[in-house]
């Protein structure tokens, strides 16, 4: 650490970029050699496009939760307990992406059909019918 008293902070030419204290002096810190080599070398990769390229999907995500944190109070649950905590999560994320997805334009073509399964390609082998889903007796579906 290095301290400058008033008498000779206040005089130099480039006080205005160093500081915006009035009466008190300067006090600056310098690193230690390897530290602040490697700060130099972070500072220069972060100009690279390569690493603008990585870090879009992180501010994109960063995006995300910053719009959940403030825009829709995940940060305050309305009931106790993690399960009910974790239900009010999920809810209010489906609800976020039904409102992103009713904002988009509508599409000209459909969408590709999904894949079958491997499940669904042995019964097709055996040119059996896909199984039906029955409710079981007493209880909603």
């Not at 400058?4 to 006080?15: A, D, L, N």
């Not at 000209?108 to 007796?137: C, G, H, I, S, W």
Request: charged content about 25%; some cysteine; glycine content about 6%.
């Amino acid at each position: 650490m290095t301290r400058f008293i008033k008498s000779q902070c206040r005089p130099c030419p480039v006080r205005s970029r160093c500081t915006s204290t009035v009466n008190s002096a300067r006090t600056v810190g310098f690193p230690p050699r390897e530290l602040r080599d490697l700060q130099l070398r972070v500072r220069t990769e972060h100009q690279t496009p390569q690493w603008k390229a990585r870090y879009t999907v992180r501010s994109g995500v960063e995006g995300t939760v910053n719009e959940f944190a403030h825009g829709h109070g995940m940060r305050r649950c309305r009931c106790r307990g993690q399960g009910k905590a974790h239900i009010q999560h999920v809810l209010t994320a489906i609800a976020v992406n039904i409102q992103r997805l009713s904002g988009l334009p509508p599409t000209e073509e459909a969408p590709m059909p999904r894949r079958p399964t491997a499940f669904q390609n042995y019964l097709d082998r055996r040119e059996k019918p896909p199984a039906k889903v029955v409710a079981k007796p007493g209880k909603a579906s």
